[in-house]
């Protein structure tokens, strides 16, 4: 579990920096700063959908397997896996 957290934590920094391309200093231009800021934030946005994404396999997983489990509870998992993704 802490190499799928991992390559998600991954997934997820690449994706916000790859919307980072200026550097913010107080004596940027206002315009600059604009555009600078629209870009990262349609970075969190793809950056929370990925984990949105993410966090749903993850459900389906832990419910597919407690269907195979008799007596399993479908959200027995879901503590450990979210503790994984915090990580």
């Known amino acids: ?8 934590t991954q997934r997820v920094e690449d994706l916000i920096e790859s919307h980072h391309h200026e550097r913010l200093l107080t004596t940027t231009a206002a315009r600059v700063v604009m555009d600078e800021l629209v870009e990262r934030n349609d970075g969190l946005e793809q950056a929370v959908r990925e984990l949105a994404l993410e ?5 389906a997983r832990v419910e597919q397997a407690s269907t195979r489990a008799p007596g399993a509870s479908a959200y027995s998992e879901l503590p450990r896996v979210s503790a994984a993704l915090q990580r």
Do not use: E, G, I, P
Request: proline share 0%; glycine share 0%.
């Open 1 to 8: 579990m802490k190499a799928l957290s991992d390559t998600l």
């Open 55 to 59: 966090v749903q396999r993850l459900r």
